[in-house]
């Protein structure tokens, strides 16, 4: 059974920063992409960014150039370093892993963890 675990969310104040980390166990297939989507209250989850196992990136546009998504493929983890934080980005942020095998993709979430910008 696939497993994606996240870390690193909490209270930040505007303009601060933090880490994410999505560890994923489970399985030994390599990923296709990975990414970040979020879900504010009252909204819809929506894409953050995402990575491909070649490192192409995706951002979307609130969060370009002060969000940066990367992987460390031997320790199968996906980070999401998010810098100049603004209260807009409180959200609970989920990672995805996707990956194609034998005809059909395999698509797994999170749990999320919770992101709160807030003075």
């Known amino acids: 059974q696939v497993q994606l675990v996240e870390s690193g969310g909490g209270l930040v104040q505007p303009g601060g920063s933090l880490r994410l980390s999505c560890e994923v166990s489970?399985?030994?297939?390599?990923?296709?992409?990975m990414g970040w989507y979020r879900q504010a209250p009252e909204k819809q989850r929506e894409l953050v960014a995402t990575?491909?196992?070649?490192?192409?990136?995706t951002y979307a546009a609130s969060v370009k150039g002060r969000f940066t998504i990367s992987t460390d493929n031997t320790k199968n983890t996906a980070y999401l370093e998010m810098n100049s934080l603004k209260p807009e980005d409180t959200a609970v942020y989920y990672c995805?892993?996707?990956?194609?095998?034998?005809?059909?993709?395999?698509?797994?979430w999170g749990q999320g963890t919770q992101v709160t910008v807030s003075s």
């Open positions: 489970g399985t030994t297939l390599n990923f296709n992409t």
């Open positions: 990575i491909t196992s070649g490192f192409s990136t």
């Open positions: 995805n892993w996707r990956s194609f095998y034998g005809s059909r993709w395999f698509d797994y």
